[in-house]
């Protein structure tokens, strides 16, 4: 499989088109200014690395380079010089996408480069050869690890021989170069389908008529995404037939506002990783999934060690890039995902995960379990559940909240104590907030995942 059998398939078609915040590309324009047999011949058997400013220009190279790359290597926003300068070793960088006249990080400075526009401009290998997809994790904490993949694994959840329902334009909050965005991409470059990219310096409701008025029907984003778009009135300018969250636990107050913000739309979440790759998709409406799920079928295996979710399908990661790299899997080709459940009659309910334990007094605290209940207050927009050190107990449980545009704070106190009283019938009392903090905003990694370490 490669990204031109998805080109190939949009033969005919007029109406297709790839946006972002300041130009709108004709697909049948890009799909036929890939004709240069010399650029293909710069590229092939080579470790690339995609460093560009913008996903628009990201988007191009990826055209071009599928099929002739020895390795392709997507680099979203946010990363250090220092971070990029060990992705290029542990990847064997050898040449660099990047725009036009723009500043490369010191590591990358030396190396041959292509501008996007002449990457998408590539000629088709007389005999196109797989080429290695790599993308870097995008978790709340830590450095990024390196995370190969093959294309047929990365598409593996697509049905790419499925024909789209007519007008269908796809859109998402998420980075193309990270894994959530890049299904998204994928799903629209097979359908083939329209796509809308977002820009995470556009103002939310700029983006939201942006995609109101390109008609997209179909849009994903994670939870804290979709907890900031609804605090935006230009929401309701969108008409989406499909709505998705994924990457991080998405509670039954996020899905019950965007039910009654969509009633006429499928509401799904997903569990899906860099790593693990697309697990599964629920589209009952509750949080959590059936335990039906637990166990083998359509090629994915599931099962749960330790109170943690393990996966292996073909759709995982291959590797870990680097000389000091870890195992990806477990001998039995298992991913240990780190995200921890718990069963609770025949459906399993996710805690957060293992690495994020907050330790109060000697007992296991999931901030995201006290999140969810923290979050089904009616005035509470999103939360963010962090340790306060305390001298007895080592850490206690403090909450930042974000409150309902409008709602009513001139007694904080009093809110304060209403938000922890909603709290203690829900949890037990060692994961109630020992204290509540009020704020404006919380800081989203570039992934769109609420950071857990101060930024």
Not at 40 to 57: E, F, N
Not at 271 to 293: I, K, W
Not at 426 to 440: E, Q, T, W
Request: hydrophobic content about 45%.
């Amino acid at each position: 499989m490669f990204l031109r059998d998805g080109l190939r398939r949009e033969a005919g078609r007029s109406d297709l088109f790839l946006s972002d915040r300041s130009e709108r590309r004709d697909r049948a324009a890009i799909r036929e200014a890939a004709c240069r047999a010399d650029l293909a011949g710069l590229i092939a058997g080579r470790s690339v690395m995609v460093a560009t400013a913008g996903q628009m220009p990201a988007a191009l190279a990826m055209l071009g380079l599928d099929g002739l790359a020895r390795r392709m290597v997507l680099v979203p926003p946010g990363l250090t010089d220092d971070q990029v300068a060990r992705i290029a070793a542990d990847a064997e960088i050898d040449l660099c996408v990047a725009d036009d006249d723009a500043p490369v990080p010191p590591a990358l400075a030396g190396l041959p480069r292509l501008a996007p526009a002449e990457a998408a401009s590539a000629g088709e290998a007389p005999a196109p050869q797989p080429t290695e997809w790599v993308l870097t994790t995008s978790g709340t904490t830590g450095a990024p690890k390196l995370v190969a993949h093959t294309l047929d694994g990365l598409a593996g959840g697509i049905n790419t021989s499925a024909t789209p329902e007519p007008g269908t334009v796809w859109s998402t909050f998420y980075d193309i170069r990270r894994y959530g965005g890049l299904q998204v991409f994928l799903r629209a470059v097979f359908g083939p389908s329209s796509l809308v990219l977002s820009d995470p310096a556009e103002p939310m409701r700029d983006y939201l008529l942006r995609a109101a008025a390109a008609g997209v029907t179909h849009i994903l984003g994670t939870p804290s995404h979709w907890r900031l778009a609804l605090m935006n009135a230009a929401l309701t300018d969108l008409a989406p037939r499909y709505v998705r969250l994924s990457g991080e636990i998405a509670d039954q107050a996020i899905l019950d506002l965007l039910r009654a913000t969509f009633p006429q739309a499928r509401i799904a979440h997903a569990y899906a990783s860099s790593e693990g790759g697309v697990g599964f998709t629920v589209e009952d409406g509750r949080a959590g999934f059936p335990a039906s799920l637990v166990g083998s079928r359509s090629g994915i295996e599931i099962v749960v060690r330790d109170d943690a979710l393990l996966v292996r399908s073909k759709r995982t990661g291959r590797r870990y890039l680097g000389a000091q790299a870890e195992p990806l899997t477990d001998a039995e080709g298992f991913v240990d995902t780190g995200d921890l459940v718990e069963l609770r009659g025949e459906r399993y309910h996710f805690l957060g995960r293992r690495s994020g334990v907050i330790n109060v007094g000697g007992i296991k605290v999931q901030p995201e379990e006290v999140e969810s209940v923290v979050n089904s207050h009616p005035l509470v927009s999103m939360s963010r559940v962090r340790p306060r050190p305390n001298p007895i107990l080592g850490a206690v449980v403090e909450a930042e909240i974000v409150l309902v545009e409008g709602a009513d704070a001139s007694d904080a106190a009093a809110l304060k104590r209403a938000i922890i009283a909603h709290c203690r019938p829900h949890l037990p009392k060692h994961k109630v907030p020992a204290s509540v903090r009020f704020v404006p905003d919380l800081p989203l990694s570039t992934g769109g995942k609420l950071l857990r370490r101060a930024p």
